[in-house]
């Protein structure tokens, strides 16, 4: 069974970091395509940044420069840091993975974590 435990959210005023964490377990590779999205009320869920060994990373013009996404394979798991942090960063954000071996297209992502809120204020 996979499962996907994040880790890392919380509450930072505008211009703060944050650091979120994923946990996978259940998997037989850590090379698949795995990403980080976000959902505010009332809005669709968006593309933060995903990464694959074999297709490198890729971020949305709205995080670029401010967000990375990392892996560690020993650990089984998979961050995000934040970095100038602004209001509009506000959401719930998950971590997904997928079961191809790069992100380009996009795969599916089949399996998501439970979301862990995100609260930047002004």
């Known amino acids: 069974q996979v499962q996907l435990v994040e880790s890392g959210g919380g509450s930072v005023q505008s211009g703060g970091s944050l650091r979120l964490s994923c946990e996978v377990a259940g998997l037989s590779s850590n090379d698949y395509c795995v990403g980080w999205f976000r959902q505010s009320p009332g809005k669709e869920r968006e593309e933060v940044a995903v990464?694959?060994?074999?297709?490198?990373?890729a971020y949305a013009d709205f995080v670029k420069g401010r967000f990375a996404i990392s892996q560690d394979k020993e650990k089984h798991t998979f961050d995000l840091q934040m970095n100038s942090l602004k209001p509009e960063d506000t959401a719930m954000y998950y971590c997904?993975?997928?079961?191809?071996?790069?992100?380009?297209?996009?795969?599916?992502?089949?399996?998501w974590g439970q979301g862990t809120q995100v609260t930047v204020s002004s």
């Open positions: 990464m694959a060994r074999y297709s490198g990373t």
């Open positions: 997904a993975t997928s079961l191809s071996w790069v992100c380009n297209p996009r795969p599916k992502f089949p399996y």
